[in-house]
C-alpha cells in the first residue's frame, strides 16, 4: 500500500478535504484504484452525535456509518462506497484501547499513548486501507489519508506521531505527504506572505515528518517569487510547490492539480511513474466547464431547520447540483428558515416572515430535507401544503416525508391535531411513530442507518419509473420515527399513496399524490448516492418537474430513448 497523508496548517478551512479529494480524483485518473481515510481528530466516536450548526452535516454510509461530510466528498469524487472505519476519530481509537485494557490484553503493562495509541492507529489505517471500496477485488494502489484539524493542535498529536511512525516504517517509496496551507495577502501593495506557511512547514519538521509537496491555497495564482521564496524556505522542490487559487467551481481543483503535474510529483514520490498512466481528466473538464458556462437557472426553495450554515444541508446541495446539470440547468437556492414561515413570525418579525413568503411564491419547487426536534415543524408543514394545494413540485426527504404526512393528515383528514410522536407525545393522532428496529428502550441504538431495500408497490408511480423500473431500490436511511402502519389505510382512502415499502410493507419508504406533478416524500435520505454524472433520479425528477419536463423525460424513458 502507498499513502498519501494531506496535513493542514495555518488556519482551518482550507478545503483540505477538496484537495485530497482532488488528488485521488487526479491518481485515479492515472489509472490507479484509490482509497480513502480521513481522520479526525475529537473525541466523539462518530460524527452522529455531533449538531449539523457546528459541523456541518452528518453523512451516512451503506453500512449505517454516521461519519464526517469529507466522506460524502471522497464518495462522489472517487465514486467510491467507504465503511464506518474509513473515518478514524480518537474517540473509536481510545475505545478500543480502552476495551482491550478491560480484557486484559495488555498483560499487567502501563497503558500509554505511545506505543498502544499510536499503534492502535497504525493497525487501523493498514488494515482500513486494504479493504476495497471501488467494486473490485483486492485492496485499491493507494490510500490517501487527511488528517483533520490543523497541525500543531494538541488533539492531533497522537495521530502526528502514529503516521511518523508509519512513514518510516512503510519506507520512502511507499509514503507522500501533501501539506495544505495558507498564502495571505496583505496591505495595499497586496504582498503574497509565505510565513505562516513556514511557521507551519517548521513544526511539521519538529514533530519528524517531512512534506514532499506544498499545496498553497490563495486568492489569486501564486507570484513566482512567492514560489521560490516558499521553496528555499520550506526545503521543497519549486516543481512540488502546487497553488491552489480560488477557481469557479470545486471541480476545477483536480484540473489545476494536473495542469501543476501534481501527479507526476506525487507518483515519482511514490515510485509509481512506470505503471501510471497519463492522466485522463477529459470527463472531469467537461463537466467543470459546463458548470462555468450554465446560464439559465432554476429556483428551488429549501426550508429548513439550519439556513445559516448551508454545509448543513451538504450532500443535498450537491445532488440538486448533480440533477441540475444533466439538464443544464444552474441550481439556485433560496433558503426558507422554516420558522419564518409560521404565523407566530408574522407578529414577532413580519419583515422576515413577509420576505420568507415571498421566497416561497417564487420559487420553481419546494424542497423540505431532513432534520431531528421540532423547530420550524410548523412552517414545514405551511410549506407543504402550499406546495399541494398550488401543485407546485415537492420533495419532501426523511422529515420532509413525515411533514407532508401529518399536513395531508390534518388538512385533508381533518385531524387537527395530527402529528409526530416525536414533536407532541400527547397527540390523539399519531400519524408519524417511533419505529425502531431494535430495542424501543435502549437509547443509544434505536436509529435506523444505512442502506435498506424499498421495493415499489406498483409500477404505475413517478418515482419506480424514475429508477427505470426496477423492482427495488436500495437506499440510505437515518431517522427513528416512520409513517404509522394503521394510517395509511386512511391516508391511501384520501389519496396519498404509498407506493414505496420495506420487505416487511410495515414501514413506508415513498409517497406520492397521483393528483399532483410531483408531490414526492422518501423516508431514506436519496442524496447520499448522488453523484456528479450519475444524479440520484429523485433530485432528477424533482427538477425536471419544476421545469415542466417529466413527462417528456419519463415518455422517452419508457420508450427506452
Ligand atoms: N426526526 C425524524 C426521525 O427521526 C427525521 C429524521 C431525518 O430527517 N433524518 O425519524
Not at 488528517?147 to 518510516?168: C, H, K, N, Y
Not at 429548513?304 to 454545509?311: E, M, N, R, S, W
Request: charged share 20%.
Amino acid at each position: 500500500m502507498k499513502y498519501v497523508l494531506v496535513t493542514g496548517g495555518v488556519v482551518s478551512g482550507l478545503g483540505k478535504g477538496v484537495t485530497a479529494s482532488s488528488i485521488g480524483v487526479v491518481l485515479k485518473a492515472c489509472g490507479l484504484r484509490v482509497t480513502s481515510i480521513k481522520i479526525d481528530p475529537y473525541l466523539n466516536t462518530d460524527a452522529g452525535t455531533m449538531s449539523p450548526f457546528e459541523h456541518g452535516e452528518v453523512f451516512v454510509l451503506d453500512d449505517g456509518g454516521e461519519v464526517d461530510l469529507d466522506l460524502g466528498n471522497y464518495e462522489r469524487f472517487l465514486d467510491v462506497t467507504l465503511t464506518k472505519d474509513n473515518n478514524i476519530t480518537t474517540g473509536k481509537i481510545f475505545q478500543s484501547v480502552i476495551e482491550k485494557e478491560r480484557k486484559g490484553d495488555y498483560l499487567g503493562k502501563t497503558v500509554q499513548v505511545v506505543p498502544h495509541i499510536t499503534d492502535a492507529i497504525k493497525d487501523w489505517i493498514e488494515s482500513v486501507s486494504a479493504i476495497p471500496v471501488d467494486g473490485k477485488d483486492g485492496p485499491a494502489d493507494v490510500c490517501v489519508i487527511e488528517l483533520g484539524g490543523t497541525v500543531g493542535d494538541i488533539e492531533s498529536m497522537p495521530f502526528i506521531e502514529a503516521l511518523r511512525q508509519l512513514s518510516f516504517s512503510v519506507g520512502q517509496d511507499n509514503f507522500c505527504l501533501v501539506h495544505v496551507s495558507l498564502i495571505p495577502v496583505l496591505g495595499v501593495v497586496g504582498e503574497q506572505k509565505t510565513k505562516p506557511t513556514q511557521h507551519s512547514v517548521r513544526e511539521l519538521r519538529a514533530l519528524g515528518l517531512t512534506p514532499h509537496l506544498l499545496a498553497c491555497r490563495s486568492a489569486q495564482p501564486l507570484l513566482e517569487n512567492t514560489k521560490e521564496k516558499l521553496s528555499q524556505f520550506c526545503h521543497v522542490p519549486a516543481a512540488n510547490i502546487l497553488n491552489i487559487h480560488d477557481v469557479p467551481n470545486i471541480w476545477h481543483v483536480p484540473l489545476l492539480l494536473r495542469n501543476q503535474n501534481a501527479h507526476d510529483a506525487i507518483l515519482n514520490q511514490l515510485n509509481l511513474l512506470s505503471i501510471a498512466m497519463p492522466p485522463a481528466l477529459q470527463d472531469w473538464t467537461m463537466m467543470a466547464e459546463t458548470y462555468d458556462n450554465l446560464t439559465n437557472s432554476v429556483r428551488i426553495a429549501m426550508v429548513g431547520k439550519y439556513v445559516g450554515l448551508t454545509d448543513s444541508y451538504l450532500s443535498v446541495v450537491k445532488a440538486l447540483l448533480h440533477a441540475c446539470i444533466s439538464c443544464s440547468l444552474k441550481p439556485s437556492i433560496d433558503w426558507i428558515a422554516a420558522s419564518d414561515l409560521e404565523e407566530d413570525s408574522a407578529k414577532s418579525t413580519p419583515e422576515a416572515h413577509a420576505a420568507a413568503w415571498e421566497t416561497l411564491k417564487n420559487a420553481a419547487c419546494i424542497l423540505v430535507p431532513g432534520g431531528f426536534g421540532d423547530r420550524g415543524v410548523r412552517g414545514m408543514i405551511l410549506a407543504a401544503k402550499y406546495a399541494r394545494e398550488n401543485s407546485i413540485p415537492y420533495l419532501g426527504i426523511c422529515l420532509g416525508m413525515q411533514i407532508a404526512v401529518i399536513e395531508f393528515a390534518r388538512s385533508v383528514l381533518g385531524l387537527e391535531r395530527a402529528d409526530s410522536s416525536e414533536f407532541d407525545t400527547d397527540t390523539p393522532d399519531p400519524v408519524v411513530i417511533f419505529m425502531p428496529e431494535g430495542s424501543r428502550t435502549h437509547m443509544g441504538s434505536t436509529m435506523r442507518l444505512g442502506s435498506r431495500r424499498t421495493l415499489f408497490q406498483t409500477p404505475d408511480c413517478i418515482t419506480a419509473k424514475l429508477y427505470g423500473n426496477t423492482q427495488y431500490v436500495e437506499e440510505r436511511h437515518r431517522h427513528r420515527y416512520e409513517v404509522n402502519p394503521e394510517v395509511i389505510e386512511v391516508l391511501e382512502e384520501k389519496g396519498l399513496q404509498f407506493v414505496g415499502k420495506d420487505e416487511t410493507g410495515k414501514r413506508m419508504e415513498i409517497l406520492e399524490l397521483p393528483t399532483h406533478p410531483f408531490y414526492v416524500g422518501v423516508q431514506f435520505h436519496p442524496e447520499f448516492k448522488s453523484r456528479p454524472r450519475r444524479p440520484s433520479a429523485l433530485f432528477l425528477g424533482f427538477i425536471l418537474a419544476a421545469t415542466g419536463k417529466l413527462e417528456a423525460h419519463l415518455k422517452s424513458h419508457q420508450n427506452g430513448v
